[in-house]
């Protein structure tokens, strides 16, 4: 079964350009995060959708940067104009989002996108 | 004060033996409790859920304290493969919000 696709794996742009990342989460899953990991403040939330509606998204830095969901099967990221400091690995998970005993509350993570802004 | 800490470490402990992580959480509402584990440049992976009454698999032990708030994990037996970042992450709220910690560097040595 195909995880959660992340792209692009790598990205290396210059500051004040736009960033997207994609995500294509588990077929069936309604919860999707978007994490952001740097070594100094670990693993951040950054946004979280159920059911493509947004529910949580204090953890967003700032005006530059937006989430969307269009349907179930996709979501972006996007950093408009980015900065060095957005330098770091983003993750995207998902889950089943649904109560009840079958799910456990794991999270599937992609393997990440590495952003770099120069 | 930080929902989620641990100790950053890293632990370097020498194969065969035996090393614990703990773990505190500040939201007294929490539901879920986990322990994750990451490989350098990978992603997060469960590791393993923590119930109330304390699990095991293999060599691995998970024990729940909720009046004092914190979370441990006991690995026995420590193999080379141990070698990771192990992440203690909370969850509370109703639309599944989890929290991780920032992890705990486990170097096991030959």
């Known amino acids: 079964d195909a995880g959660v696709i992340q792209s692009p794996r790598h990205e290396v742009t210059e500051m004040g350009q736009e960033v997207t990342l994609r995500c294509k989460p588990i077929?069936?899953?309604?919860?999707l995060f978007w994490y952001r990991q740097t070594m100094m403040r670990g693993l951040e939330l950054l946004i979280y959708?159920?059911?493509?509606?947004?529910?949580?998204d204090s953890g967003m830095p700032e005006d530059r940067f937006s989430a969307k969901m269009p349907n179930a099967s996709f979501s972006t990221l996007k950093i408009q104009p980015s900065e060095p400091r957005d330098s770091a690995v983003y993750f995207c998970?998902?889950?089943?989002?649904?109560?009840?005993?079958?799910?456990?509350?794991?999270?599937?993570f992609g393997e990440g996108s590495r952003l770099t802004v120069l | 004060r930080k929902e989620v800490e641990q100790d950053p470490g890293p632990f370097n402990v020498p194969e065969g033996a035996t090393v614990a992580f703990n773990c505190t959480y500040s939201?007294?509402?929490?539901?879920?409790f986990f322990w994750y584990r990451q490989d350098c440049r990978k992603e997060p992976k469960l590791l393993m859920s923590?119930?109330?009454s304390g699990n095991e698999d293999g060599r691995f032990t998970a024990q729940l304290n909720r009046a004092s708030q914190y979370i441990s994990l006991l690995i026995r037996d420590s193999k080379l493969s141990d070698s990771a970042t192990y992440l203690c992450?909370?969850?509370?709220?109703?639309?599944?919000?989890?929290?991780f910690g920032t992890g705990t560097k486990l170097q096991v040595i030959p």
């Open positions: 959708f159920n059911n493509n509606v947004p529910i949580d």
């Open positions: 939201n007294s509402a929490s539901q879920s």
């Open positions: 998970a998902s889950n089943p989002g649904t109560s009840g005993s079958a799910n456990t509350g794991e999270l599937f």
């Open positions: 923590v119930y109330s």
């Open positions: 992450v909370v969850r509370a709220g109703g639309y599944q919000k989890v929290t």
């Open positions: 077929s069936g899953h309604n919860s």
